[in-house]
């Protein structure tokens, strides 16, 4: 073919080239809108599924950094109570400059004092007085009860109103003192100790632990389990020391030979210790754990299992 022929066919299918591929767009955009409107006339459930079929990028949310909340403890007025009742018994309006009567008129200025008058000889002041019990009602008030001893043996309780302000900043006595029954006597529960501990390994352990712990005789560690640590009494308050009784919370701790390795028991040692006064039974928790064919103290937790006291 010649030359000039074959640049003249080239020139021709050019453009049948151009309005093939923009006919074939054409075609794709209305069968785009096609199954557009298809899917919305199909309803609301054909929509959805076409949504949720297009790829999305779904942004994780940053989770909110929580807001630190302070709550303000309500500060127990018993001191302040304690403090001024104990002024209060010990003044007279007979002579209201004395420094236990001022105190306690700026302790509570629009309480009246006592008018006490008492025979030469009589014990109107009180030993001690402490505070048993805080009772807090609302709008920052509360009931302080605070118990008088005397030498005589006589025991008194007074509730006394105290207005308590700034979380602790200030107090008022409110009112004059209210004589009141002592508190109730609360139920026992029943002792988890109810296994009696023969004369053996364990008693005489404990014997020589309480002898190390309370006179000073002999080292403390020797007797403790690997990684406890607990020093002796200083000064020592007793010069001897015997064990009375020995309860266990488990059966192994009544056992004649000293358990498998690794075994733990929860004992309460009733023990008499003598010092320059007299004779003085104290009572003590131990947990114990067994080692080489002995028994060590794992922990002196007196006061807890028994009914509430600090480790």
């Known amino acids: 073919m010649a030359p000039a022929k074959q640049a003249s066919q080239s020139k021709a299918a050019a453009p049948m080239a151009a309005g093939a591929r923009l006919e074939a767009m ?16 199909a309803g609301p459930i054909a929509l959805c599924v076409a949504v949720a079929s297009t790829p999305a990028t779904v ?27 104990s002024a209060w018994l010990r003044s007279s309006a007979n002579d209201a400059t004395s420094a236990q009567a001022r105190l ?10 006592p008018l006490q008058d008492p025979p030469a000889g009589a014990q109107s002041t009180p030993q001690s007085v402490t505070a048993v019990r805080s009772a807090q009602c609302s709008g920052g008030r509360w009931s302080v009860t605070v ?19 700034g979380a602790g900043a200030s107090f008022a006595v409110t009112g004059a003192p209210g004589v009141v029954a002592g508190p109730a006597r609360a139920a026992a529960a029943k002792s988890p100790y109810r296994v009696t501990v023969p004369e053996g390994e364990l008693s005489s352990a ?36 015997s064990v009375q009784q020995v309860s266990a919370a488990e059966e192994t701790a009544a ?20 010092d320059i006064d007299g004779r003085w039974p104290l009572a003590y928790e131990l947990a114990l754990t067994a080692r080489s064919d002995r028994w060590e103290v794992a922990a002196l937790e007196s006061g807890t299992a028994q009914g509430g006291g600090a480790r």
């Open 26 to 41: 054409r075609r794709r955009v209305r069968l785009s809108r096609l199954a557009v409107w298809t899917v919305i006339a």
């Open 59 to 85: 942004e994780a949310a940053t989770p909110a950094k929580p807001t630190a909340v302070r709550t303000a403890a309500a500060a127990d007025p018993a001191g302040y109570a304690q403090l001024f009742v």
């Open 104 to 113: 306690a008129q700026a302790l509570a200025p629009g309480v009246e004092l």
């Open 147 to 165: 118990a008088a001893q005397y030498a005589d043996g006589r025991l008194r309780y007074y509730a006394v109103p105290v207005a308590a302000g």
């Open 206 to 241: 404990v014997g020589e632990f309480f002898t190390a712990y309370l006179t000073g005789a002999g080292e403390v560690s020797r007797y403790l389990a690997p990684g406890v640590a607990l020093s002796a009494l200083s000064p020592a308050p007793y010069t001897a020391v």
């Open 255 to 274: 056992a004649a030979r000293v358990p498998a390795d690794g075994t733990k028991v929860r004992v309460l040692v009733q023990v008499e210790a003598q």
